[in-house]
């Protein structure tokens, strides 16, 4: 779906019924994608995606490249589910978390 203003573009990843238009209705939005920032500017929730991939949504060629940058994709082609893939990513982020005030803590 897109949005922004004439000559700028950003994005929504939506789920969408096929039959709707491009930016009409859809069921959920998954994430955002930024092509004007350098780098563009990528957020997708992978629980999200990984779950509608397995109940048979089919992405376009463009958001299928932004599921693999993200790494749905590869979650999704692996066969883990979306409950494992969320659980990865808060643990992802408590580990950072910690990093982060350690970093803080020393400096």
Do not use: C, H
Request: no cysteine; glycine share 8%; proline share 5%.
């Amino acid at each position: 779906m897109r949005t922004g203003k004439k000559k700028q573009p950003s994005y929504r990843v939506v789920a969408a019924d096929a039959r709707s238009p491009r930016d009409g209705r859809f069921i959920e939005i998954v994430g955002t994608y930024n092509p004007r920032t350098e780098p563009s500017e990528i957020s997708i929730d992978n629980a999200k995606a990984v779950g509608w991939l397995r109940n048979g949504a089919q992405p376009s060629d463009r958001v299928k490249k932004l599921l693999e940058v993200s790494g749905a994709w590869e979650a999704f082609q692996s066969g883990r589910t979306a409950e494992e893939l969320a659980a990865e990513q808060e643990a992802e982020a408590a580990k950072a978390a910690a990093e982060a005030e350690t970093a803080g803590a020393e400096a």
